[in-house]
């Protein structure tokens, strides 16, 4: 109706582009007003790219099955922050939908491993390109495994499906909508279908085979038509087709991957924004081609995650501004990564600083270990007998029940999970209050169940803690419960060495105590917490955490010795007479009889507003050097 009313508006030009955007409109409507009786709400509200609003994720049967495609990567060389932003993201969103709103998520991922850049690449190292390709792909799912990336069901190579992306283009072909060039190249013709250009009007800098420069521009109908089959090159992989010997074009890859895996529709394909346009975008021109429909009855929903940026500037290897995943994780962890993603929606652009994710999102992830070691400790100390309810837990568990339906509104609202991790805060700080209220009489089965829910929850996050408090089975060895007696043993150690008369050995049995806790055991692990007037606490600790706690205490150190050093400097100064103060600047060669400089260096006059200066210093110093009047009182 919206659109009826736009086109029989008076101001509506009625352009031949605009009348053939209306009957696309139109087309889309009644195609899904047609099928929508047959959908499944899923509960969830999100952006759908390719009708630009806001829309309720359905499935198409009772099954609540979603058929889902992302685009991975290109394997030419390490995966770097922006791909970890897209996939770790994606893996929050189906984590999301298969733990909370159960739905069945059939999940492929399309790999490149056939690429001009990835040919070029086998070049400079004198190998295949196949080599090149599994090496960095093996890398790929090396990084993915230590972000806690769950693996897709179905992982298809564009060199494991020639054959079905040839028969893919045979069938374009036979439609109507390719064509062969002079030089062997197959087309796509862009002018057959008038539909062409969903999600975005095309802007031709934005596609590379749309630049003059290209080989193949003079080959092509019009600018905007793409490649789906390249001849052969002297020295370039290739294969023996109907299509004649080559390899496939980029745009064709996914298509008929998916086609060849998923069939002929898709309810959700991801990707990152980047893709949108020209890949995406010529994805479904392809995909009506092949179906040789009228318009997009291939794909329901395109789900794009933003870009990572850095100073200002998109993440990508061709700017060279980039951080390999790698570097990422040797300065923070999985939990942290995960915890930067959560901040910001997931088709949002974020601006990426290395130096602000390890501290913001370390000091998040510690608040997190604190919240469930110090929870543990609690339960331990509570009766196992349930008690009766008094005000502080119906507080408690009414603020829970409150927070943690504010959190599903914010997962049904196109995974807002920024909002969703403030109500996880606010649980935390609920509890918080709750345990250091009650102190040892608290109820276990109220603590449980905020503790089982937040645990619960951030494990659908991807995200791993110690939550449940230790259960001391009855074998032999049982270091949670050595590090509990040994923590214990240090505190009375240290309880009686602060009430021993000689000082020597009051102080000799401190520092040992000290050691204990700043040398010792962190390098194994564990780490002590000293309370005033409670006995310690202790904590497991990773290697990472470990490494950066160690990194700040070293920064403490060297700072607190340079200021030191500074001060030992200034005092020394500040005992030198007004002639040895210059001197020691060695910024002059003579000086006048108030020691004051009267040359510089290179044996010039000083001015007279360099003096004037000079003598200020000199006042200033002799200032320093007269004791004041609280010093004369206090020696008399």
């Keep these: 109706l919206e659109t009826e009313r736009m086109f029989r508006c008076r101001s509506w030009q009625t352009s031949k582009h605009q009348t053939q955007r209306y009957q696309r409109l139109k087309i889309q409507s009644r195609s899904h007003v047609s099928s929508i009786n047959s959908y499944h709400e899923t509960g969830v509200r999100v952006y759908n790219s390719l009708t630009q609003k806001h829309e309720g994720l359905t499935t198409v049967d009772s099954s609540n099955t979603l058929t889902w495609y992302t685009c991975g990567p290109t394997v030419y060389d390490a995966s770097h922050i922006g791909h970890a932003r897209s996939y770790v993201t994606v893996d929050i969103l189906q984590r999301i939908l298969k733990d909370i709103f159960q739905v069945n998520v059939k999940h492929t991922m399309g790999m490149t491993d056939v690429d001009d850049k990835i040919i070029r690449k086998a070049n400079e190292q004198r190998i295949s390109p196949i080599d090149v390709a599994r090496t960095y792909e093996k890398e790929f799912w090396e990084d993915m495994a230590s972000l806690n990336v769950r693996r897709p069901l179905i992982v298809t190579r564009v060199t494991d499906h020639i054959d079905d992306i040839a028969e893919y283009v045979q069938q374009i072909i036979k439609n109507g909508y390719g064509y062969a060039g002079p030089s062997g190249t197959v087309f796509f013709d862009t002018t057959k279908l008038a539909s062409y250009g969903h999600m975005r009007s095309p802007n031709l800098e934005d596609d590379e085979e749309s630049n003059v420069q290209n080989p193949f521009f003079r080959e092509k109908k019009s600018p905007r038509d793409f490649a789906l089959w390249k001849p052969a090159k002297e020295g370039e992989i290739s294969w023996k087709t109907p299509l004649g010997t080559g390899r496939p074009g980029w745009h064709i890859e996914c298509s008929a991957m998916i086609h060849s895996t998923l069939g002929d529709k898709l309810d959700v394909h991801a990707g990152g924004i980047d893709l949108k346009f020209p890949h995406h975008t010529n994805e479904i021109a392809q995909c009506i081609a092949h179906a040789n429909s009228r318009d997009n009855e291939w794909v329901r929903y395109f789900l794009h995650t933003g870009h990572v940026n850095i100073q200002g500037l998109k993440m990508s290897k061709s700017l060279k501004n980039f951080i390999?995943?790698?570097?990422?994780?040797?300065?923070?962890?999985?939990?942290?990564?995960?915890?930067?993603?959560?901040?910001?929606?997931?088709?949002?652009?974020?601006?990426?600083?290395?130096?602000?994710?390890?501290?913001?999102?370390?000091?998040?992830?510690?608040?997190?270990?604190?919240?469930?070691?110090?929870?543990?400790?609690?339960?331990?100390?509570?009766?196992?007998?349930?008690?009766?309810?008094?005000?502080?837990?119906?507080?408690?568990?009414?603020?829970?029940?409150?927070?943690?339906?504010?959190?599903?509104?914010?997962?049904?609202?196109?995974?807002?999970?920024?909002?969703?991790?403030?109500?996880?805060?606010?649980?935390?700080?609920?509890?918080?209050?709750?345990?250091?209220?009650?102190?040892?009489?608290?109820?276990?089965?109220?603590?449980?169940?905020?503790?089982?829910?937040?645990?619960?929850?951030?494990?659908?996050?991807?995200?791993?803690?110690?939550?449940?408090?230790?259960?001391?089975?009855?074998?032999?060895?049982?270091?949670?419960?050595?590090?509990?007696?040994?923590?214990?043993?240090?505190?009375?150690?240290?309880?009686?060495?602060?009430?021993?008369?000689?000082?020597?050995?009051?102080?000799?049995?401190?520092?040992?105590?000290?050691?204990?806790?700043?040398?010792?055991?962190?390098?194994?692990?564990?780490?002590?917490?000293?309370?005033?007037?409670?006995?310690?606490?202790?904590?497991?600790?990773?290697?990472?955490?470990?490494?950066?706690?160690?990194?700040?205490?070293?920064?403490?150190?060297?700072?607190?010795?340079?200021?030191?050093?500074?001060?030992?400097?200034?005092?020394?100064?500040?005992?030198?007479?007004?002639?040895?103060?210059?001197?020691?600047?060695?910024?002059?060669?003579?000086?006048?009889?108030?020691?004051?400089?009267?040359?510089?260096?290179?044996?010039?006059?000083?001015?007279?507003?360099?003096?004037?200066?000079?003598?200020?210093?000199?006042?200033?110093?002799?200032?320093?050097?007269?004791?004041?009047?609280?010093?004369?009182?206090?020696?008399?």
């Design 324 to 636: 390999t995943i790698r570097e990422m994780l040797k300065n923070t962890n999985s939990n942290q990564f995960r915890i930067f993603c959560l901040r910001s929606r997931y088709n949002s652009q974020v601006e990426f600083n290395l130096k602000s994710v390890e501290e913001d999102c370390f000091t998040l992830d510690k608040k997190f270990t604190n919240f469930f070691y110090n929870c543990r400790v609690a339960m331990e100390t509570y009766s196992q007998v349930p008690k009766r309810w008094s005000d502080a837990e119906k507080v408690l568990h009414g603020n829970f029940a409150e927070n943690s339906r504010k959190i599903l509104r914010s997962l049904k609202d196109d995974f807002n999970t920024p909002q969703a991790l403030q109500e996880i805060l606010a649980i935390v700080s609920d509890v918080n209050q709750y345990v250091t209220r009650v102190s040892s009489q608290g109820s276990q089965e109220c603590l449980s169940e905020s503790v089982e829910y937040l645990s619960w929850l951030l494990k659908v996050f991807g995200m791993e803690y110690d939550a449940m408090p230790s259960t001391h089975a009855s074998t032999r060895l049982d270091p949670m419960r050595i590090a509990d007696e040994f923590v214990k043993f240090r505190t009375t150690v240290r309880e009686i060495g602060k009430t021993l008369e000689n000082q020597e050995t009051k102080k000799k049995l401190l520092e040992e105590s000290d050691k204990i806790r700043n040398e010792i055991l962190p390098p194994l692990g564990i780490k002590i917490q000293d309370h005033q007037n409670e006995p310690s606490t202790w904590r497991v600790i990773d290697e990472k955490e470990f490494q950066l706690e160690k990194s700040i205490k070293l920064k403490a150190v060297t700072s607190a010795e340079q200021n030191k050093e500074t001060r030992r400097k200034l005092d020394e100064i500040s005992q030198m007479s007004v002639e040895e103060m210059f001197k020691s600047q060695n910024k002059f060669s003579k000086f006048d009889d108030e020691g004051i400089p009267s040359h510089t260096l290179d044996g010039l006059p000083i001015s007279q507003s360099m003096r004037k200066k000079l003598l200020k210093q000199k006042q200033k110093h002799e200032r320093k050097q007269k004791p004041s009047d609280a010093d004369i009182t206090d020696e008399e």
